[in-house]
């Protein structure tokens, strides 16, 4: 799990324990940094923490949280992408070396052409032209065309 500093980023980790029998155990939180008892993790600078959880039969289980600079800029793996409808396209984000965006949001210009998913699957749906746009969660974006062609 990644997380900006510069955002006071808060997450919310769930953590769900079932035994063999499919009953659910209640879980302890602990942090070397911060977290708490409800598993809510704010990022206060850069640097990692180790988060322990551990059930009431006392079994534990443990996540390496990093956290990063807020991203100066975006990168997408293409400028402009030419599919056939009904084809797919992964948009895969890039950020400069040691900063992360722990949300990124995509939309489409013209969703007729072109949809894309909350998690940047772009889906080609008819002829033409379309833009999508990503953005960081501190307001940095980045553009891809996406030109669809005929089955």
Known sequence: MELS??????????FTLVNAQGMERTIEIGSSNTSSAAGKITAKKTGSSRITIQSSNGKTAAVQITVKKKPGKIKLNAKTKTIRAGWKFQIKAKFPKGTASHKLTYSSNRKSVATVSSTGKITARKKGTAIITVKTYNGKKAKMKIIVKKK
């Open 5 to 14: 500093s510069e955002s006071q980023a808060e997450e919310t980790a769930s």
